[in-house]
């Protein structure tokens, strides 16, 4: 009798250890599949377009950008102009996206107004829709192309933030958009590796021979929590208050009807 209890004991705690095991690795699969905290910070880039005339001039554009992320999600994004002319004065264009109040905010200094434009929830997504009735698009033939080639540029460090760069190289072959000879157009990215600051850009220089070559390069970073201030408009804007229109269905593609059978 004792040793037929040993065995069913024994019998039972071989079949738990699989579902002790699945736990842990669910609970060690939540813990690796939790999204990382979002750090907040304040970067600052300088921006520079060039472009090159038929006869062998340049235009060039400066800007600046001034991109704001704080603990609550919130996104700021100010970009100045630098005026052609000294007598000029610059704009700044303001745009802030709220997660938390579900707004989208812009402004411009030197303005008077900020339009706030509230978002619609979940629940406003139109879950159904009529049957389209508009004739399907002509499609265009898409322009022939070798496919990309990337390049694995390493891992530096720009203004004290670490990041991994890529390029990636275009080649429209001779004749394919009226072209003499084989244009190539490249894309060298460059974004930081911690977690926290997933998704940002540090440098970014693109080189077309069509629409000339620009440059986006991060000038001073900041990881403090940004003032709440710049998350508002200024001092005295008149505030206008508008709602996003409710989504629209969109097009639904005709289903062309099947042949009839043949005729027996």
């Not at 440059?215 to 508002?232: H, I, K, W």
Request: aromatic fraction near 4%; glycine fraction near 8%.
């Amino acid at each position: 009798m004792r040793g037929r209890f040993l065995g069913v004991l024994a019998a039972i705690t071989v079949l738990a250890l699989p579902v002790a095991g699945q736990a842990v690795r669910s609970r060690a699969a939540n813990i690796e599949l939790a999204p990382a905290a979002r750090l907040p910070y304040t970067a600052e880039y300088k921006i520079t377009s060039v472009r090159t005339l038929g006869d062998g001039s340049t235009i060039t554009r400066e800007s600046t950008e001034v991109k704001a992320v704080d603990s609550q999600g919130r996104q700021m994004t100010a970009t100045t102009t630098t005026p052609i002319s000294g007598d000029q004065t610059p704009k700044t264009m303001v745009h802030v996206f709220d997660p938390e109040a579900r707004t989208n905010s812009n402004w411009s200094v030197p303005g008077e107004k900020a339009t706030v434009t509230a978002m619609p929830g979940p629940a406003a997504v139109r879950t159904s829709c009529p049957a389209s009735t508009e004739p399907r698009p002509i499609v265009q033939p898409r322009i022939q192309q070798e496919r990309p080639t990337t390049e694995d540029l390493g891992i530096g460090t720009i203004q004290g933030v670490e990041a991994r760069g890529r390029r990636t190289t275009m080649i429209t072959p001779a004749g394919a958009i009226g072209n003499n000879d084989p244009l190539t157009r490249s894309t060298e990215l460059w974004t930081a590796t911690e977690r926290g600051l997933s998704g940002l850009v540090v440098r970014e220089i693109t080189i077309d021979p069509q629409s000339g070559n620009r440059s986006r390069e991060l000038t001073s970073f900041s990881q403090a929590e940004p003032d709440a201030s710049v998350f508002q408009p200024p001092a005295g804007y008149e505030i206008v208050n508008r709602e996003t229109s409710q989504p629209t269905c969109a097009s639904v593609p005709l289903v062309e009807a099947p042949p009839p059978p043949p005729a027996q």
